[in-house]
């Protein structure tokens, strides 16, 4: 199990020893240290960046305040504290959870868990999806992208031709420019879209695409062949 690295800053024993033994019970949290002011904790932030920072916020010298407001802090700060006037102060400064002394194990799971959601999505990078949901009828129908084959204007509605069916839908042209991706299908007409892939030539202002002649206006010319340039 991945483990995330952490430090408690807390000028208050006991609440140190408590924080202390929640994040040992913790089966992924590792500490670090801990301090018990916020300048010595604060340079070994500098040194050291951790994933998890659990900050008391009425400390001397420097509170927790003043340290989130004088540095980038990358960590995920959880601030605990014994006043709840600090609450709203705290989110203000982007921090991922408030607890408020005396808090239990549960309030305290929560918050990490809090934290580790916002650490796994940092690190998950995000998987371009490949389909669409297309409004036809009364459903959403599922379409892969690489399945379309072209697009067709019919008065107020499109017709997608796809290798398997043919779907009827009120969704406009820009509108599903804007949800299929620019490299796999091209406006090349205004009752036209054209999946790329799908093309099999293009002469003399037309695209044979399977078994269908398809124009190519004036309008979309110079953006179509530009495309398919970048393409060749």
């Known amino acids: 199990m991945h483990k995330y690295q952490c430090i408690i800053i807390e000028d208050e024993p006991l609440a140190l020893e408590r924080t202390k033994d929640f994040v040992l019970k913790t089966p992924f949290l590792h500490l670090c240290a801990t301090f018990d002011n916020a300048l010595t904790g604060l340079a070994y932030l500098n040194a050291h960046p951790v994933d998890v920072l659990f900050l008391d916020i009425n400390m001397d ?3 927790g305040v003043e340290l989130l407001e004088s540095t980038k802090i990358t960590a995920q700060v959880i601030i605990t504290t014994a006043y709840q006037e600090y609450a709203l102060k705290g989110y203000d400064l982007n921090v991922t959870d408030y607890l408020l002394k005396p808090f239990s194990f549960q309030r305290f799971l929560q918050a990490v ?4 959601d916002q650490l796994q999505a940092r690190t ?3 998987v371009p999806l490949d389909f669409v949901f297309i409004k036809t ?3 959403l129908e599922k379409i892969a992208f690489s399945d379309i084959i072209y697009i067709e ?9 796809t290798v398997d069916k043919k779907i009827m ?7 599903l420019e804007q949800i299929i991706p620019a490299n796999l299908v091209c406006r090349v007409h205004k009752s036209y879209m054209v999946g790329i892939h799908k093309i099999e030539s293009i002469g003399n202002g037309r695209i044979k695409i399977l078994d269908k002649i398809i124009p190519i206006s004036e309008t979309y010319k110079a953006f179509f062949y530009q495309k398919i340039s970048s393409i060749s």
């Open 124 to 126: 998950t990078p995000d």
């Open 169 to 175: 839908t009120l969704q406009n042209f820009k509108e």
């Open 113 to 116: 868990n809090k934290a580790q």
């Open 153 to 161: 204007g019919m008065r107020d509605y499109r017709r997608i031709h």
């Open 137 to 139: 009828e009364n459903r």
């Open 61 to 63: 010298e420097l509170t």
